[in-house]
């Protein structure tokens, strides 16, 4: 059974541009949620979506913008690239109503590199 | 702001040792704490979980336990393995709240 795959693993941005990250989450699950996490931190709260709605949000900007479909699947974008939005984005999945039995499967993540 | 604190910022332990990571959070309206370990180029993974109903919870090595007064828990690793080497971080919410984490420990374990 696979777990929460993101695509892709790495990438690299020139500042300005736009990118989308994309996430499967674990079969069974039906909450996505983003977080980024810069070089020896911890992983910060973007937003979570569940039945293709934004249902949380962090404190990030509008230039954060997601998106989840029906089979649960969800993507991040970001716009107006800066170099401080170099960082890993990790997606986790969970069970909406058993999040904190089960607790949240995260990704590897994608390594987001703005230059 | 909901945060949680957490230190050591690194930490070096002799194989067999005891590895303890302290945690402390400011939102009494937390009510489930979790620790993830995290490898290079990995996602975080939960390893172990409490609710402030219990004051200790063990899983095999890990410990973990929670004063609530003092608004603080830690995870103790007994019999620390090389392996266990890898970044640790504790996080809390509440009901269906995105996870806050802490900044993260690294531990070390030395042959």
């Known amino acids: 059974d696979a777990g929460v795959t993101q695509s892709p693993t790495h990438l690299i941005k020139t500042r300005g541009q736009q990118v989308t990250l994309r996430c499967s989450p674990k079969s069974g699950h039906d909450t996505v949620s983003w977080y980024q996490q810069a070089l020896g931190q911890g992983p910060q709260f973007i937003f979570q979506?569940?039945?293709?709605?934004?249902?949380q949000r962090g404190n990030f900007p509008d230039r954060f913008s997601g998106h989840q479909f029906p089979n649960y699947s969800s993507e991040l974008n970001v716009n107006a690239l800066l170099l401080g939005d170099s960082a890993l984005y990790l997606c986790a999945s969970s069970l909406r109503d058993r999040a904190f039995v089960d607790g949240y499967t995260f990704g590897s993540g994608t390594r987001l590199t703005v230059v | 702001q909901q945060q949680v604190k957490q230190s050591p910022q690194s930490l070096i332990v002799q194989k067999g040792g005891i590895s303890i990571i302290n945690c402390a959070y400011e939102n009494t309206a937390f009510d489930y704490f979790p620790w993830y370990q995290q490898f290079p180029g990995k996602g975080p993974a939960l390893l172990i979980a409490i609710r402030p109903d219990v004051s200790e919870k063990k899983e095999g090595r890990f410990t973990i336990s929670f004063n609530k007064s003092a608004k603080q828990f830690s995870l103790h690793i007994m019999d620390s393995q090389p392996g266990d080497s890898a970044t640790y971080f504790c996080?809390?919410?509440?009901?269906?709240?995105?996870?806050?984490f802490g900044s993260g420990t690294r531990l070390q374990v030395q042959p």
């Open positions: 979506y569940y039945e293709e709605e934004e249902r």
């Open positions: 996080a809390a919410n509440t009901g269906r709240r995105a996870l806050t």
